[in-house]
């Protein structure tokens, strides 16, 4: 073996080969540094005497699956200049560590289509061992994001694990990478994001999130000059609970007979028009119950009409048809209809929003289901710090093998 294959293909430069071994099917180079090559860690200067040296122990890039361990003697040097006695950097492996870049650079390729466990069987090493390189990758790559960009953003929580474990979760609508990751929900667990926005002094144009109380005031009292977009899929979806829990109350109040035609009906209800399965009777099914209970039919089809309400031409058409929807509920006899209608008259205007900025947080459950996936392939993180990092690389992890 010469010098010039460790260069080319184990990335170990400014070295030279000395011997090898081969041991219980591992194999050992031997490698030492030129004396010429030897300079002061602190200062850098080439004035400096040997004084010996620690033996250590790296592990390579294998070769097939045969592991691949690279032994070297540190030098020690005296430098003139500084007057003291220091080990030399070791120009191929990171302080500290017991493997070399180019062994981590390969951990971290096999990661992309590997789980954290096959990898360290596919090379032998412990679990943690590829747990600390991935960690600290995803440190170095996404532990701080840069926010002075920022311009699109949403917001929601996320549960993950028992216990109602909650992270509230921000992303960059424009490019679809999490840029925070903060523990708990509600308007406290952003207070470090507005800090670091504020920081970053980025000027933030758009922000959707819910209908929550929380996230209304956070983003009035940080973010006051950003247009703020009520996600349309969460307006349908607190429709949606109003209409479940009036099902519910109207089944207790029938006879035995109109119990059994609303009984098994309550998916239906939440069904959009459109998804009822033909093949089901799912159509049929559903228009018997709704003929039978007139309360119930106006409740369904308001909820079927309020879905046009983010398909008009305009804002000002919107505006329109959301007047007319509104005045629809304020007259009807129905006081699950009337209360809904006042919440959404008091932030019309975050619903109408979507009309000058298109955006939704429907890009962030898209990310919160790979968090999901994540979780669940991993069976839990013990590392909390270490899945936040994993959160604020998942844009770049493929759906199949986040974990």
Known sequence: MSTSLLYHRFGIVGYRYVNQQFVAGAT???????????RCSHCGSEEVWAQGGVERTFRGLPIGKQMTLI??????VFCLKCGLIRQVKIQFADPKKRFTRAFERYALELSQYMTIEDVAQHLQVSWDTIKEIQAAHLKHRFGKPKLHKLKQIAIDEINIGQGHRYLTIVLNLLTGAVV???????????????????????????????????????????IPNAVHVFDHFHVIKLYNEKLSDFRR???????LEGQKLLKGIRWLLLKSSENLDPEKNE??????????????????YMKEDLRQLWMQGSKYQARLFLKEWLDMAHSSAICMLRKFAETLQAYQEEVLNFYDYRISTGPLEGTNTKIKAMSRQAYGFRDHEFLKLKILGIHESKYALVG
Do not use: C
């Open 28 to 38: 050992i180079f031997r490698i030492e540094q030129p004396r010429e090559r030897l």
């Open 71 to 76: 032994e070297f003697k540190v030098p020690r």
């Open 180 to 222: 925070f990751v903060g523990d708990g929900k509600g308007a406290d667990a952003l207070d470090p994001f507005w800090k670091r926005l504020r920081r970053a002094h980025a000027k933030i144009e758009a922000v959707a999130t819910d209908m929550s109380k929380a996230y209304i005031r956070a983003v009035r009292d940080n």
């Open 249 to 255: 109350h109207l089944f207790h109040q029938l006879t």
């Open 283 to 300: 159509p049929q099914r559903l228009k018997k119950a709704l003929d039978l209970n007139e309360p119930l039919a106006v409740v369904y």
